[in-house]
């Protein structure tokens, strides 16, 4: 009987066969079931089939950095597996050296686990245009050396983490295009290198924080298609070269920084924020 099969036969038995059909085989008896999904396991069976150029070796410093790391079916199946196999995976995935991650348009299911954290040489991370799904972990917030976070176009939901704050260096922040609710924090209006904001097309409440307006270094801004109350406090934000906000619910009270012929009263008017007062 397979039930009675010992635990290390099930793993030499199973560890051959390819990490994205092994897991299938667990619904054969939970004895199986129990042996596939430890980390015992996964650790074996990923060793076999990793390319060991993968592993994180140490950075050769006569080697320029690669600009972005493209990724293997195992680097997308990380999203999918159970904890035992992303932990199992994690050394393969944490890059020697400061690098770039885009995963656009592959597809993945999932959610975005929490090990993320642990890759402190991202520079940049796209994972725009796949099925991710669940909320965007705190631990991203660790990722101290980004400089391009992109996670639009998914189904990700819950609010946008306070931990995006510790996010210092970051130029582009897009999480367009999902599930998103809650509050803009005052918190997450403190970048000062930001120059790319695009929260467009979620489930964003509240009023926007006026420290939002503060932020002079934004070249482009977009609010639009939330819930969001937007304050006209927009003519602060001298520097930007787009800006939308429609639909949202609108502040009826114009104050004096906005004025007819700025920059930001063009873009508004281009917009259709004016449109809102006929």
């Not at 999904?37 to 950075?59: C, K, Y």
């Not at 656009?104 to 040489?121: A, D, F, T, V």
Request: proline share 8%; with cysteine; hydrophobic share 40%.
């Amino acid at each position: 009987m397979i039930q009675t099969l010992p635990f290390e036969l099930i793993v030499l038995i199973f560890r051959w066969i390819h990490p994205s059909r092994v897991l299938k085989y667990s619904r054969l008896c939970k004895s199986i079931n129990r042996c596939l999904e430890t980390s015992h396991f996964a650790t074996r069976n990923i060793s076999l089939f990793v390319n060991p150029s993968q592993s994180s070796l140490p950075l050769d410093p006569k080697r320029p950095p690669k600009k972005h790391k493209t990724p293997s079916d195992l680097d997308v199946l990380w999203f999918e597996w159970p904890s035992a196999y992303q932990l199992a995976y994690l050394k393969y995935l944490i890059p020697p050296q400061r690098i770039g991650w885009a995963f656009q348009h592959y597809s993945i299911r999932g959610h975005i686990p929490s090990q993320i954290g642990l890759m402190s040489n991202l520079v940049s991370l796209r994972l725009q245009s796949n099925s991710l799904k669940g909320p965007i972990p705190n631990e991203i917030g660790d990722l101290t050396l980004l400089i391009k976070l992109v996670l639009s176009h998914n189904e990700l939901s819950g609010p946008i983490p306070l931990s995006l704050a510790r996010l210092k260096h970051l130029l582009l922040l897009d999480l367009s295009h999902n599930e998103l609710s809650g509050c803009i924090d005052v918190s997450l209006c403190k970048f000062r290198e930001l120059t790319t904001l695009n929260l467009n097309s979620n489930m964003i409440s509240g009023t926007i924080p006026l420290e939002l307006w503060d932020m002079r270094q934004l070249v482009h801004l977009n609010l639009s298609d939330n819930l969001i109350d937007v304050p006209r406090e927009v003519g602060r934000l001298v520097n930007l070269d787009s800006i939308s906000l429609m639909p949202n619910n609108l502040s009826d009270i114009l104050p004096s920084g906005l004025l007819p012929g700025t920059n930001a009263w063009n873009l508004l008017m281009i917009d259709g924020f004016f449109d809102m007062e006929n």
